[in-house]
């Protein structure tokens, strides 16, 4: 199976603060990676598909990049709004499509 | 617009079995699969399997093997999740969500606590 490691597990940040938090796939998945923003007692939603393409309708302070097996998230400028937790997760042709633990984005 | 509706919270005791449903709208049910997903209290995501409504294909994370059985019902537009054997540690909510495609997840049902206590 393919492991998918976030890190960190924990960010501390302000508001306008840029942002980025790490994927690392446990071997290649060319750009088959998907991010997702979880609030507490919500649904995850989908942010980021193919590594770096943004999902309609979510702001363009998101973006991704990464291929093989090394991935980043970034928020441009961090808005209230943004404090989740956010997932990586692989859907490569090999099941199962593992996400990564997690990284809580919390506020400073 | 696409929407998942979960069937509601469910209590059960060590060694049942749950049933969860999740009815879709809003799109051409058999063109995407069906993610299910679990989250135990205080933790992540866990991939558990998907299903494909247009043949019943089905692929289980290994973990799940042997105690879950997705099934779909094209008649309703409605899929299904059954868990086996219950025990405390699946103890979750469990999500469906829509593939793009066969791929990642694009649309979430609302979630389906399920409990297991004796």
């Known amino acids: 199976d393919i492991q998918m490691t976030q890190s960190p597990s924990t960010l501390s940040a302000s508001v306008g603060d840029r942002v980025t938090i790490t994927c690392r796939a446990s071997?290649?998945?060319?750009?088959?990676l998907a991010w997702y923003q979880q609030k507490p007692g919500k649904a995850p939603k989908l942010l980021i598909y193919?590594?770096?393409s943004l999902e309609s309708g979510v702001p363009s302070r998101f973006s991704g990049s990464g291929s093989g097996t090394e991935f980043t998230l970034t928020i441009s400028s961090l808005q209230p709004d943004d404090f989740a937790t956010y997932y990586c997760?692989?859907?490569?042709?090999?099941?199962?499509?593992?996400f990564g633990q997690g990284t809580k984005l919390e506020i400073k | 617009q696409v929407q998942l509706v979960q069937s509601g919270a469910e209590v059960k005791k060590p060694g049942a079995s749950v049933k969860v449903s999740c009815k879709a709208s809003?799109?051409?049910?058999?063109?995407?699969?069906v993610h299910w997903v679990r989250q135990a209290p205080g933790q992540g995501l866990e991939w558990m399997g998907i299903?494909?409504?247009?043949?019943?294909?089905?692929t289980y994370a290994q973990k799940f093997q042997g105690r879950v059985t997705m099934t779909t019902d094209t008649s309703t537009s409605t899929v299904y999740m059954e868990l086996s054997s219950l025990r405390s540690e699946d103890t979750a909510v469990y999500y469906c969500?829509?593939?793009?495609?066969?791929?990642?997840?694009?649309?979430w049902g609302q979630g389906t606590l399920v409990t297991v206590s004796s």
């Open positions: 969500a829509k593939a793009r495609g066969s791929w990642y997840e694009d649309y």
């Open positions: 809003g799109y051409i049910f058999t063109s995407h699969y």
């Open positions: 299903i494909s409504p247009s043949d019943g294909f089905t």
């Open positions: 071997q290649t998945i060319n750009n088959w």
């Open positions: 193919r590594a770096s």
């Open positions: 997760q692989h859907y490569n042709t090999k099941y199962p499509y593992s």
